[in-house]
């Protein structure tokens, strides 16, 4: 068993569950961390380039009282772009956790 890094276990990648930047293996889960500044906001709306098939996002656990404040949400996840909504833009700085394999 490997250890746990931001919510995923590390180790050799030969799990499916070995997620994050280092340990990228063909078919398997990736994750890449995104940080949304306050100014990529327009018209509370915000767009993530990503590479792969979508699978989901998470918010990072140090950004989850701002997200949850300002509701972000996922409006759509298209050819290689994602996109985020929210009520009320984030007064600061927001990481998210784009999941694509």
Not at 25 to 36: P, Q
Not at 53 to 68: H, K, L
């Amino acid at each position: 068993m490997g250890y746990f890094h931001n919510g995923y276990v590390g180790g050799s990648g030969d799990s499916p569950f070995a997620a994050h930047e280092d340990h990228v293996h063909e078919g398997m889960l990736k994750a890449k961390k995104v940080n949304i500044k306050t100014t990529d906001w327009d018209t509370k709306a915000a767009e993530v380039a990503y590479t792969g098939t979508y699978v989901g996002m998470e918010i990072d656990a140090g950004s989850a009282t701002v997200a949850d404040t300002a509701k972000v949400v996922v409006t759509s996840a298209s050819e290689g772009t994602l996109t985020l909504g929210c009520t009320t833009d984030p007064v600061s700085a927001i990481d998210i956790w784009v999941l694509t394999v």
